[in-house]
Protein backbone atom coordinates (compact mmCIF):
# COMPACT_ATOMS: atom_id res chain seq x y z
CA UNK A 1 0.00 0.00 0.00
CA UNK A 2 1.28 3.26 -0.15
CA UNK A 3 2.21 5.82 2.38
CA UNK A 4 2.24 8.55 0.44
CA UNK A 5 -0.43 10.25 -1.90
CA UNK A 6 0.37 12.85 -4.11
CA UNK A 7 -1.91 15.93 -4.98
CA UNK A 8 -2.85 16.52 -8.12
CA UNK A 9 -2.02 13.54 -10.00
CA UNK A 10 -0.56 16.14 -13.24
CA UNK A 11 0.29 19.87 -13.13
CA UNK A 12 0.60 21.96 -16.55
CA UNK A 13 2.26 25.66 -16.28
CA UNK A 14 4.07 27.85 -18.07
CA UNK A 15 8.13 28.44 -18.05
CA UNK A 16 8.13 30.86 -15.24
CA UNK A 17 5.26 30.63 -12.97
CA UNK A 18 5.33 28.45 -9.74
CA UNK A 19 4.80 24.74 -9.20
CA UNK A 20 3.14 23.45 -5.84
CA UNK A 21 2.04 19.55 -5.56
CA UNK A 22 1.37 18.11 -2.04
CA UNK A 23 1.81 14.92 -0.10
CA UNK A 24 0.19 13.30 2.16
CA UNK A 25 0.66 10.50 4.47
CA UNK A 26 -0.96 8.01 6.97
CA UNK A 27 1.66 7.06 9.88
CA UNK A 28 4.48 8.57 11.82
CA UNK A 29 7.97 9.35 9.67
CA UNK A 30 11.62 10.19 10.42
CA UNK A 31 11.66 12.20 7.48
CA UNK A 32 9.89 12.85 4.17
CA UNK A 33 11.92 12.96 1.05
CA UNK A 34 11.06 14.51 -2.13
CA UNK A 35 12.39 12.58 -6.00
CA UNK A 36 12.23 13.79 -9.36
CA UNK A 37 12.13 11.53 -12.05
CA UNK A 38 12.48 12.24 -16.13
CA UNK A 39 10.45 10.23 -18.43
CA UNK A 40 11.28 6.39 -18.48
CA UNK A 41 14.56 6.99 -16.06
CA UNK A 42 15.70 6.56 -12.78
CA UNK A 43 14.65 8.88 -9.28
CA UNK A 44 16.82 11.36 -8.54
CA UNK A 45 16.80 12.56 -4.73
CA UNK A 46 16.05 16.04 -4.53
CA UNK A 47 15.56 17.38 -0.99
CA UNK A 48 14.92 15.64 2.79
CA UNK A 49 13.10 16.92 5.85
CA UNK A 50 13.06 15.68 8.87
CA UNK A 51 10.17 14.96 10.95
CA UNK A 52 11.36 18.31 13.25
CA UNK A 53 11.42 20.29 10.55
CA UNK A 54 8.89 22.76 9.01
CA UNK A 55 10.21 23.98 6.11
CA UNK A 56 13.48 23.60 4.03
CA UNK A 57 15.19 24.86 0.87
CA UNK A 58 17.11 24.40 -2.08
CA UNK A 59 17.78 26.04 -4.84
CA UNK A 60 14.55 26.77 -6.46
CA UNK A 61 13.10 24.21 -4.29
CA UNK A 62 10.65 25.02 -1.24
CA UNK A 63 9.71 22.05 0.60
CA UNK A 64 7.19 22.17 4.11
CA UNK A 65 6.36 19.66 6.59
CA UNK A 66 3.39 19.52 8.73
CA UNK A 67 3.24 16.56 10.46
CA UNK A 68 0.16 17.34 12.31
CA UNK A 69 -1.74 17.09 9.16
CA UNK A 70 0.63 14.43 8.08
CA UNK A 71 1.35 16.52 4.88
CA UNK A 72 4.16 17.82 2.99
CA UNK A 73 4.16 20.58 -0.04
CA UNK A 74 6.72 20.56 -2.80
CA UNK A 75 6.93 24.24 -4.30
CA UNK A 76 9.46 24.75 -7.46
CA UNK A 77 9.63 28.30 -8.12
CA UNK A 78 10.21 29.92 -11.72
CA UNK A 79 9.90 27.08 -13.64
CA UNK A 80 11.77 25.92 -16.39
CA UNK A 81 11.42 23.22 -19.59
CA UNK A 82 13.57 21.09 -17.92
CA UNK A 83 11.60 20.99 -14.69
CA UNK A 84 9.25 18.71 -16.67
CA UNK A 85 9.12 15.67 -14.73
CA UNK A 86 7.00 13.31 -12.43
CA UNK A 87 7.55 13.88 -8.58
CA UNK A 88 7.48 11.21 -5.77
CA UNK A 89 7.27 12.27 -2.20
CA UNK A 90 8.48 9.29 -0.13
CA UNK A 91 8.60 8.48 3.75
CA UNK A 92 10.84 6.00 6.11
CA UNK A 93 8.24 4.24 8.37
CA UNK A 94 10.36 2.63 11.32
CA UNK A 95 13.23 3.84 13.31
CA UNK A 96 15.72 0.78 12.96
CA UNK A 97 19.12 1.79 12.94
CA UNK A 98 19.75 -1.20 10.49
CA UNK A 99 18.39 0.51 7.52
CA UNK A 100 14.63 1.43 6.66
CA UNK A 101 12.56 1.11 3.78
CA UNK A 102 11.13 3.95 1.72
CA UNK A 103 7.35 4.18 0.89
CA UNK A 104 6.47 6.29 -2.25
CA UNK A 105 3.35 7.99 -3.00
CA UNK A 106 2.07 7.90 -6.79
CA UNK A 107 3.11 10.84 -8.02
CA UNK A 108 2.60 13.88 -9.22
CA UNK A 109 3.25 14.75 -13.44
CA UNK A 110 4.39 18.48 -13.77
CA UNK A 111 4.63 19.71 -17.65
CA UNK A 112 6.18 22.90 -17.64
CA UNK A 113 5.14 24.70 -21.25
CA UNK A 114 7.86 26.90 -22.81
CA UNK B 1 29.44 10.94 -7.71
CA UNK B 2 27.73 8.16 -6.59
CA UNK B 3 26.72 5.76 -9.75
CA UNK B 4 24.20 2.76 -8.89
CA UNK B 5 24.21 0.69 -12.48
CA UNK B 6 21.96 -1.92 -13.21
CA UNK B 7 23.43 -4.15 -15.89
CA UNK B 8 19.90 -3.94 -18.63
CA UNK B 9 18.64 -0.77 -20.28
CA UNK B 10 15.97 -2.76 -21.64
CA UNK B 11 15.07 -6.81 -21.62
CA UNK B 12 12.85 -9.24 -23.13
CA UNK B 13 12.39 -12.15 -21.38
CA UNK B 14 10.02 -15.20 -22.56
CA UNK B 15 7.38 -16.54 -19.72
CA UNK B 16 8.77 -19.60 -17.52
CA UNK B 17 12.67 -18.24 -18.07
CA UNK B 18 15.13 -17.68 -15.01
CA UNK B 19 15.56 -13.70 -14.98
CA UNK B 20 18.35 -11.87 -13.34
CA UNK B 21 19.03 -8.79 -12.54
CA UNK B 22 22.48 -7.25 -11.94
CA UNK B 23 22.42 -3.82 -9.36
CA UNK B 24 26.30 -3.00 -8.90
CA UNK B 25 26.50 0.45 -6.22
CA UNK B 26 30.23 2.04 -6.53
CA UNK B 27 30.42 4.21 -2.98
CA UNK B 28 30.28 1.32 -0.25
CA UNK B 29 26.69 1.45 0.50
CA UNK B 30 24.95 -1.05 2.99
CA UNK B 31 21.46 -0.70 1.93
CA UNK B 32 20.70 -1.57 -0.96
CA UNK B 33 16.90 -1.71 -2.70
CA UNK B 34 14.86 -3.66 -5.54
CA UNK B 35 11.32 -1.32 -6.56
CA UNK B 36 9.20 -2.01 -9.77
CA UNK B 37 7.15 1.15 -10.88
CA UNK B 38 4.18 0.39 -12.36
CA UNK B 39 1.09 2.85 -14.24
CA UNK B 40 -1.06 4.08 -11.48
CA UNK B 41 0.71 1.36 -9.11
CA UNK B 42 3.73 3.85 -8.25
CA UNK B 43 6.73 2.51 -6.90
CA UNK B 44 6.61 -1.07 -4.81
CA UNK B 45 9.26 -2.40 -2.81
CA UNK B 46 9.84 -5.93 -3.69
CA UNK B 47 12.73 -6.96 -1.26
CA UNK B 48 15.84 -4.82 0.39
CA UNK B 49 19.12 -5.73 1.71
CA UNK B 50 20.78 -3.92 5.08
CA UNK B 51 24.16 -5.53 4.18
CA UNK B 52 26.04 -8.57 3.01
CA UNK B 53 24.20 -11.61 2.83
CA UNK B 54 21.18 -10.24 4.81
CA UNK B 55 17.73 -9.24 3.26
CA UNK B 56 14.70 -8.82 4.28
CA UNK B 57 10.93 -9.16 2.32
CA UNK B 58 9.21 -5.85 0.83
CA UNK B 59 5.49 -5.87 0.32
CA UNK B 60 5.76 -7.78 -3.25
CA UNK B 61 8.09 -10.38 -2.87
CA UNK B 62 5.93 -13.23 -4.33
CA UNK B 63 7.52 -14.73 -7.86
CA UNK B 64 11.15 -12.84 -6.54
CA UNK B 65 14.49 -14.01 -4.65
CA UNK B 66 17.78 -11.78 -4.28
CA UNK B 67 21.01 -12.79 -3.42
CA UNK B 68 23.94 -10.36 -1.99
CA UNK B 69 26.65 -12.23 -2.10
CA UNK B 70 28.90 -8.58 -2.27
CA UNK B 71 28.57 -5.42 -0.99
CA UNK B 72 28.39 -3.77 -4.34
CA UNK B 73 25.92 -5.96 -5.74
CA UNK B 74 22.52 -6.97 -5.47
CA UNK B 75 20.78 -9.01 -7.71
CA UNK B 76 16.88 -9.85 -8.47
CA UNK B 77 16.13 -13.19 -9.26
CA UNK B 78 12.51 -14.04 -11.03
CA UNK B 79 12.36 -18.10 -10.74
CA UNK B 80 10.41 -18.43 -13.65
CA UNK B 81 9.21 -14.71 -15.32
CA UNK B 82 5.68 -14.41 -16.15
CA UNK B 83 3.80 -11.91 -18.19
CA UNK B 84 2.68 -9.71 -14.80
CA UNK B 85 6.05 -9.11 -14.17
CA UNK B 86 6.35 -6.85 -16.96
CA UNK B 87 7.70 -3.39 -15.55
CA UNK B 88 10.36 -0.91 -14.78
CA UNK B 89 12.75 -2.26 -12.46
CA UNK B 90 14.60 0.17 -10.28
CA UNK B 91 18.11 -0.51 -8.05
CA UNK B 92 18.91 1.83 -5.14
CA UNK B 93 21.18 1.95 -2.04
CA UNK B 94 21.79 4.02 0.34
CA UNK B 95 24.61 4.81 3.33
CA UNK B 96 23.34 3.38 6.81
CA UNK B 97 26.13 4.60 8.90
CA UNK B 98 25.41 8.23 7.83
CA UNK B 99 21.96 7.61 9.78
CA UNK B 100 18.31 7.52 8.77
CA UNK B 101 18.44 11.38 7.32
CA UNK B 102 20.10 10.46 3.85
CA UNK B 103 18.76 9.93 0.57
CA UNK B 104 18.44 6.93 -2.02
CA UNK B 105 20.72 6.97 -5.12
CA UNK B 106 18.41 5.53 -7.49
CA UNK B 107 20.46 3.25 -10.74
CA UNK B 108 18.64 4.21 -14.29
CA UNK B 109 16.56 1.63 -14.44
CA UNK B 110 15.84 -2.34 -16.41
CA UNK B 111 12.50 -1.93 -18.57
CA UNK B 112 11.76 -5.90 -18.37
CA UNK B 113 9.04 -7.07 -20.72
CA UNK B 114 7.78 -11.33 -20.62
CA UNK B 115 6.63 -12.74 -23.60
Known amino acids: SQQGEEDPQALSIQEGENATMNCSYKTSINNLQWYRQNSGRGLVHLIL?????REKHSGRLRVTLDTSKKSSSLLITASRAADTASYFC??????????????FGGGTRVLVKP | DVKVTQSSRYLVKRTGEKVFLECVQD?????MFWYRQDPGLGLRLIYF???????EKGDIPEGYSVSREKKERFSLILESASTNQTSMYLC??????????????FGSGTRLTVV
Open chain 2, 92 to 105: ASRYRRQGLNYGYT
Open chain 1, 90 to 103: ATTDGFKAAGNKLT
Open chain 1, 49 to 53: IRSNE
Open chain 2, 27 to 31: MDHEN
Open chain 2, 49 to 55: SYDVKMK
